[in-house]
């Protein structure tokens, strides 16, 4: 006899005292004395309850690149990283400058239905630099598309920026800028450093994102607009956010899981698997991010999932393509990189992976707090469990992870989707 | 030794040991019969996806004096851009057996990956790799200064060399760093701030702007080519402003103490980083660098392939 | 199982074979014209250095002395590491026609003079081509055979023959090692 409502037995809220959570019709019904809540019962002791993840920042690759990832594998890979909602970036082929494409991609992440796939709008046509794309018309498409961004290319004119703007304060849309100075980063490999001298690649020097963002926070405030700076990848663009944000600008950041592990010294393979845009960094750059994100300067934790072939990977350095997947793996990196080190508890993280990513894309019926009335997009963690990474177990059509071979802490075990279990005991529910 | 990739790899004794090779090695070329059989039915493979007709050709015969057979593989202008065919390629060079690929690529590193990616199992050396190495080149000039300075024998302990140009592009400059460094030799490198890389002030060497401040305490001055690209992108303002700072001329010869030589990697730009007098003058070891490349290039290629390989591998 | 060394040749034994073969040389050659004692490394080089002074003084002529390096000719590269090389010195005026001595310390399996012979085929055209060794030990896997032999000593293979010489090694000596004797 079917049930109508969802009892996760016994699981710890943000690491608290153990509840049965009771769900029924989408949201959280009840949250009763762990052993007392009626329904099918989902055995959760000893696990942590969050809300569902949201990635701002998600490159699904559909259309154009379905070798690399599609809406279908992408939501797979999400949903079993525990996400709930995805953002999917718009320099796909053709590129999401209309609302026919974000429609599009609307519409596939609908009919996979394990994550709420948000599209991204492009700020100009072909992500070229030049022209506004139609940002309005995708804002009142079915995508409802609030967050615009040529990720992958910097809004590199001032005058466009302004106007991008201020155009979407008509429909509380959020510009997300790539924050790349294009001159000072021409055929740019890896951080610009010693290490790049060394390497003979050419470097991609912390200031071509700084200088960017300077701009592009005094923008925000000229024209009170909202601003999102995507994976914020130095200790000096963390400076920069903080000052604007001292001054009431509405900016914020995000930052990838792989900035808050990872630096540039792993370069020095040539292994293009390490190869990424913005580049790693140095452990500088990663003590400052992460003291970022503990403080708050930064918002968010968002993937930068960047699916490539193989081909595209097994290659010389140059040749390669940039990026890293990072759906499957962001949470355990974070386990790793801001609870194991004590810089946030679970109640925080839930805060920059979830309840804010959410704020800033606008997403709809997800980063709400635990409680009841809201949506049950809920994420069932194991903190104490850990695992090796296999790239080739992943739902992801990529295999381009630069934790491969890596133990890493946490486990999503149970997921579930406006009340529906998207994943259960780790694996997907069909 | 399995591979030749950067001259950081090198400590002072296997530096010294390739130095020595090459001496006895560079008498094969006063013999009527220039030719060792020492790697008779070995394959060693010109894997060039760079013009350089001068480095191939000095590993050609590097590679024939030992009696390797040679294949030269040009690969530049082929559907290069998509970087798998050096993967491709060199699964090919694997099926046919190569046991070692010299390799010149424009992208740094490629070497690297080329020797670690487990595409081939020979060895592999270094010919040039974008920005980032040119290990023989390194060993031929000092080699070269060694002979001139050193009497041929030991290390370059105490050598004073100065590195002239755009040493933010050039791998000739990292690799002599490195290597000169190791030898025991102070390096400056003597460049405008625009073309030294982010960073050079951690190098293992001495860094100035100023090339008339620097020529009267060098043994050996090496200039390095500078490409009048390099102009466009704004590196420097000018040729002649260029020429006038860092060029060396019949004038700064005379800063020059009397016993120093000058290096040139080739080719030259006449009139740009050096005069035509300077370059065509007794003090100039041009055509000599020329002639010890082939040396260099057979003792690496002896060392790598003449004995078992590092695996412990018996190989008849 | 006895591995101690036992001395075979001391310094004496030593200077006194030096003397017999260059007497040989001259003999066989009827003087000391033409004549080029190539040693090879390491040892060989001043086993020839010796014997040529040792001529010098029987004939009064200068002999020309040189060293061949034969190690880019071994047939057994490769069951080694690469080896470093040693010096080769021809003296001026080549070997064509000349009566070519190579000299070695220890005369064994004969592949190292196989090398050599190899190596003067690149250098030139000998009129003749002799062999001298201070110990010959036997066990020879090629057809090759010395003219002059300081001392024949029957070795089993397990043994180890060591030359020793007062240029390399400071002292005069030849010892057999290992085995059981």
Not at chain 1, 116 to 131: C, K, N, S
Not at chain 2, 96 to 113: F, K, L, T
Not at chain 2, 286 to 300: C, K, L, P, T, Y
Request: glycine share 8%; aromatic share 4%.
């Amino acid at each position: 006899m079917p049930h109508d409502k969802t009892v996760l037995r016994g699981v710890r809220p943000y690491g608290e005292d153990p509840v049965d959570i009771v769900v029924a019709a989408g949201v959280i019904a009840e949250i009763a004395t762990a052993g007392s809540g009626a329904g099918r019962v989902i055995e959760a002791s000893g696990l942590i309850a969050l809300p569902g993840f949201v990635d701002i920042h998600t490159h699904l690759r559909e259309p154009g690149r379905e070798d690399a990832e599609t809406v279908e594998t992408g939501s797979r890979a999400a949903a079993l990283g525990g996400f709930t909602a995805v953002f999917a970036m718009a320099n796909t082929s053709p590129v999401a400058d209309t609302a026919g494409v974000v429609e599009q991609v609307w519409h596939l992440g609908k009919a996979t239905g394990l994550v709420d796939v948000f599209p991204v709008g492009a700020v100009t046509i072909g992500l070229g630099g030049e022209q506004l794309a139609e940002l309005g018309a995708m804002a009142t498409s079915a995508a409802q598309v609030r967050m615009f961004s040529d990720d992958g290319k910097c809004v590199h004119d001032a005058a466009i920026m302004r106007r991008a703007l201020e155009y979407v304060k008509a429909f509380d849309g959020v510009i997300a800028q790539h924050a790349q100075e294009p001159r000072l980063t021409v055929d740019a490999q890896m951080n610009e450093g010693v290490l790049s001298g060394q390497l003979g690649l050419t470097g991609w020097p912390g200031v071509a994102e700084e200088s960017i963002i300077a701009r592009d926070v005094l923008l925000a405030e000229h024209v009170d607009s909202r601003l999102h700076v995507c994976h914020v990848s130095t200790a000096g663009s963390v400076e920069v956010v903080k000052w604007a944000k001292s001054r009431g600008i509405k900016v914020t950041a995000e930052v990838t899981p792989h900035h808050l592990l990872l630096t540039e010294d792993l370069v020095a393979s040539y292994d293009p698997v390490y190869k990424v845009n913005p580049p790693l960094r140095t452990s500088t750059d990663v003590t400052a991010l992460r003291a970022a994100l503990a403080e708050g300067t930064i918002d968010a934790i968002a993937t930068d999932h960047a699916p490539h072939p193989h081909e595209d990977k097994d290659c010389e350095w140059a040749a390669a393509a940039f990026g890293m997947l990072g759906l499957q793996t962001a949470f355990s990196i974070a386990v790793l990189t801001m609870i194991d080190s004590g810089l946030l508890d679970w109640r925080a993280l839930a805060d920059r992976m979830s309840v804010r990513p959410a704020r800033i894309g606008r997403a709809l019926g997800h980063g709400h707090d635990l409680k009841v009335g809201a949506p049950a997009n809920i994420c069932v963690v194991d903190p104490r469990a850990s695992w090796v990474v296999e790239p080739a177990t992943f739902a992801s059509k990529s295999r381009n992870s630069p934790y491969a071979g890596m133990t890493l802490p946490g486990k999503i075990i149970h997921v579930l989707k406006a009340g529906k279990p998207t994943v259960e005991g780790g694996d997907l529910a069909c | 030794m399995r591979h030749l990739l950067s001259a950081g790899d090198l400590d002072v004794v296997s530096a010294c040991l390739i130095l020595d090779t090459a001496a006895q090695l560079a008498s094969v070329t006063d013999r009527t019969v220039k030719k060792f059989p020492t790697l008779r039915g070995r394959t060693v493979v010109n894997l060039f996806f760079e013009d350089s007709t001068r480095t191939r050709i000095s590993f050609e015969i590097a590679a024939k004096r030992l009696s390797a057979d040679v294949i030269n593989f040009a690969a530049k202008g082929s559907s290069v851009s998509k970087g798998e065919s050096l993967k491709d390629t060199a699964l090919t060079l694997e099926a046919m057996g190569a046991d070692a690929v010299v390799i010149r690529h424009g992208s740094s590193g490629a070497p690297h990956r080329l020797a670690t990616a487990g595409w081939i199992q020979g060895s592999v050396v270094n010919a040039g790799d974008g920005t980032h190495e040119h290990p023989t080149q390194a060993l031929l000039d000092a080699f070269t200064i060694r002979h001139h300075l050193r009497d041929g024998m030991g290390d370059l302990a105490g050598v004073r060399v100065a590195i002239v140009g755009d040493i933010l592009h050039s791998r000739v400059a990292r690799s002599n760093v490195l290597l000169l460094r190791t030898l025991g030799a102070h390096v400056t490198v003597v460049a405008p701030p625009t073309l030294l890389p982010y960073g050079v002030s951690q190098w293992p060497c001495a860094v100035s702007y100023d090339l008339d401040e620097v020529l009267p305490h060098v043994d050996a001055v090496m200039m390095l080519r500078v490409q009048s690209e390099r102009m466009h992108a704004a590196y420097f303002p000018s040729v002649n402003e260029y020429s006038r700072r860092y060029g060396l001329d019949i004038r700064r010869m005379g800063l020059l103490p009397p016993h120093a030589i000058v290096l040139h990697p080739g080719p030259m730009n006449r009139g740009m980083e050096i005069s035509a007098d300077v370059a065509d003058g007794e003090r100039a070891v041009m055509v000599e660098q020329v002639a010890n490349g082939v040396s260099i290039r057979m003792a690496v290629l002896y060392l790598l392939l003449g004995g078992i390989t590092d695996d412990g591998k018996k190989e008849i | 199982m006895d591995s101690a060394r036992s001395v075979v040749l001391d310094a004496g034994d030593i200077g006194r074979a030096i003397r017999r073969i260059a007497h040989e040389v001259v003999e066989r050659n009827k003087g000391a014209a033409d004549l080029i004692l190539l040693g090879i490394p390491t040892r060989g080089v001043f086993l020839a250095r010796r014997i040529a002074a040792a001529i010098e003084s029987i004939e009064g002529d200068t002999v020309s002395v040189g060293a061949l390096d034969v190690t880019l000719y071994r047939d057994d590269l490769r069951l080694r590491p690469a080896r470093a090389l040693e010096p080769t010195a021809i003296p001026t005026g080549g070997i064509d026609d000349k009566v070519v001595v190579l000299i070695d310390d220890v005369l064994f399996s004969g592949r190292t003079v196989r090398s050599a012979l190899d190596a003067l085929n690149d250098i030139g055209r000998p009129r003749a081509v002799q062999l001298a060794a201070l110990v010959d030990r036997g066990h020879r896997e090629l057809p090759i055979r010395a003219d002059y032999v300081g001392k024949n000593l029957p070795t089993a293979l397990a043994e180890q023959v060591r030359v020793r010489l007062v240029e390399y090694d400071d002292f005069d000596e030849v010892t057999i090692e290992g085995g059981a004797r």
